[in-house]
T-cell receptor
C-alpha cells in the first residue's frame, strides 16, 4: 500500500489567498484525521471523520478553515482567506475505526507570506 | 498545564542509552503510545502499552509505565544516529481511540 498520500507537499501562498490541502487515506481505512503542527503549539487535532462524516471539528481554529470528505478515498482542508499565522505543517492521518494506530501522511508544509 | 508533557530536547552519544520521559494527567488513560517523526516525514507508531502493564520490551526499546505517578518513559538501548528524530508521547482513554499528543522530544544523537 502507498500509505496516506498528501498533496501538495509544499505550498507557498500570499496572505488572503485560498489554500486547499488534499489527502488520500489508506484504502479500507474509515477514520481520517487532520492535524496541524507548529513549534508554538505542537501537534493539534483539527477535525476527524468516521465513515466520511465529520465527528469533531472543535479543533478547527476559525471559520476560515473548512474540511470535507466527499468519499472514502479523498478529503480536503481549505483555508480561505489564508493568513501568515496559518503557516504550519498540516498532516492527514487515517486508521481503521476503533483502532488505536493512526497512519500519518508525509504532511504539507504551508507558508503564507 | 498540558495533558501530556515531555521535555523538548535530549542529546546523547552514539552507543549510549536514551531515556525519554513523559507525564500525563488523565488517570483514565487506557493506551499510551510512542510515535516517532523523522525529518520531513509524518509520525509513525513506534510502540504502545496498555495501562494494565508496567513494562513492554521490543528489541532495543523498553517502555516503562508508572500509573501511580502518571509517568511513561521510552528507553532506547545502543542509540544510533538513525534514531535521531522527534519522539511523541500520546495517550487515549477507554472508549476513545483518539490520542492526545505531547509536544515531542527531539532526540539528537552525536558521534
Amino acid at each position: 500500500d502507498a500509505g496516506v498520500i498528501q498533496s501538495p507537499r509544499h505550498e507557498v501562498t500570499e496572505m488572503g489567498q485560498e489554500v486547499t490541502l488534499r489527502c488520500k487515506p489508506i484504502s479500507g481505512h474509515n477514520s481520517l484525521f487532520w492535524y496541524r503542527q507548529t513549534m508554538m503549539r505542537g501537534l493539534e487535532l483539527l477535525i476527524y471523520f468516521n465513515n466520511n462524516v465529520p465527528i469533531d471539528d472543535s479543533g478547527m481554529p476559525e471559520d476560515r478553515f473548512s474540511a470535507k470528505m466527499p468519499n472514502a478515498s479523498f478529503s480536503t482542508l481549505k483555508i480561505q482567506p489564508s493568513e501568515p499565522r496559518d503557516s504550519a505543517v498540516y498532516f492527514c492521518a487515517s486508521s481503521l475505526l476503533g483502532d488505536y494506530e493512526q497512519y500519518f501522511g508525509p504532511g504539507t508544509r504551508l507558508t503564507v507570506t | 498545564g498540558e495533558d501530556v508533557e515531555q521535555s523538548l530536547f535530549l542529546s546523547v552519544r552514539e552507543g549510549d542509552s536514551s531515556v525519554i520521559n513523559c507525564t500525563y494527567t488523565d488517570s483514565s488513560s487506557t493506551y499510551l503510545y510512542w510515535y516517532k517523526q523523522e525529518p520531513g516525514a509524518g509520525l509513525q507508531l513506534l510502540t504502545y502499552i496498555f495501562s494494565n502493564m508496567d513494562m513492554k520490551q521490543d528489541q532495543r526499546l523498553t517502555v516503562l509505565l508508572n500509573k501511580k505517578d502518571k509517568h511513561l518513559s521510552l528507553r532506547i538501548a545502543d542509540t544510533q544516529t538513525g534514531d535521531s528524530a522527534i519522539y511523541f508521547c500520546a495517550e487515549s482513554q477507554g472508549g476513545s481511540y483518539i490520542p492526545t499528543f505531547g509536544r515531542g522530544t527531539s532526540l539528537i544523537v552525536h558521534p
